[in-house]
T-cell receptor, first 115, second 113 residues
Framework: GAGVSQSPRYKVAKRGQDVALRCDPI?????LFWYQQALGQGPEFLTY????????KSGLPSDRFFAERPEGSVSTLKIQRTQQEDSAVYLC?????????????FGDGTRLSIL | RKEVEQDPGPFNVPEGATVAFNCTYS??????FFWYRQDCRKEPKLLMS???SGNEDGRFTAQLNRASQYISLLIRDSKLSDSATYLC??????????????FGRGTQLTVWP
């Protein structure tokens, strides 16, 4: 497809389990962002990649959160030892590059529920 | 204090009504501003950019007041299909946060027949 693709669409996990969320950006897009959206709130920045380089991870809430984009295309957000407060929608967005004014295109998100 | 403050509403208006949303931002160095629309359980989608001189796209008008650090969105002749959450967004334009989007919490709009 032409858009940003995320999987799984829904994920339910027990507290303490590890989860991995996948993002497939628009082909050729250099910039990739992860955001976390809690219920009733706007998305909050987590981390940013330019190609395979993670240039900003200042938004990651704890060291349980880890993201990678090893080949500069698909990205994975991993959450270790999940907690209930990790329940949220995780959105991935890509753009052609962060220096231009090109808009960020969002995927449908992964809705994560921690029991 | 959040980067972008926005009244969450909800706003409930009849079809054909005019409705306005406002937000304020805290970083006076911000350069790029947007309104995004988010339908229930869907991803945010760009509605329109906001320019200093104000801009219009059909029934939608966006305004920016840099002195007051205030952004607005006006929707005229509301349609049922306008029902959604409207997110005020500021883009970081310099430094290590270049490209990062800062979102308000969103204003929920319901248009009823």
């Amino acid at each position: 497809g032409a858009g940003v693709s995320q999987s799984p669409r829904y994920k339910v996990a027990k507290r303490g389990q590890d989860v991995a969320l996948r993002c497939d950006p628009i082909s050729g897009h250099v910039s990739l962002f992860w955001y976390q959206q809690a219920l009733g709130q706007g998305p909050e920045f987590l981390t940013y990649f330019q190609n395979e380089a993670q240039l900003d991870k200042s938004g990651l809430p704890s060291d349980r959160f880890f993201a990678e984009r090893p080949e500069g295309s698909v990205s994975t957000l991993k959450i270790q030892r999940t907690q209930q407060e990790d329940s949220a929608v995780y959105l991935c967005a890509s753009s052609s590059d962060r220096y231009s004014n090109q808009p960020q295109h969002f995927g449908d998100g992964t809705r994560l529920s921690i029991l | 204090r959040k980067e972008v403050e926005q009244d969450p509403g909800p706003f409930n208006v009849p079809e054909g009504a005019t409705v306005a949303f406002n937000c304020t931002y805290s970083n006076s160095a911000s350069q790029s501003f947007f309104w995004y629309r988010q339908d229930c359980r869907k991803e945010p989608k760009l509605l329109m950019s906001v320019y200093s001189s104000g801009n219009e796209d059909g029934r939608f008008t966006a305004q920016l007041n840099r002195a007051s650090q205030y952004i607005s969105l006006l929707i005229r002749d509301s349609k049922l299909s306008d029902s959604a959450t409207y997110l005020c967004v500021v883009r970081a334009d310099r430094g290590s946060t270049l490209g990062r989007l800062y979102f308000g919490r969103g204003t929920q709009l319901t248009v009823w027949p």
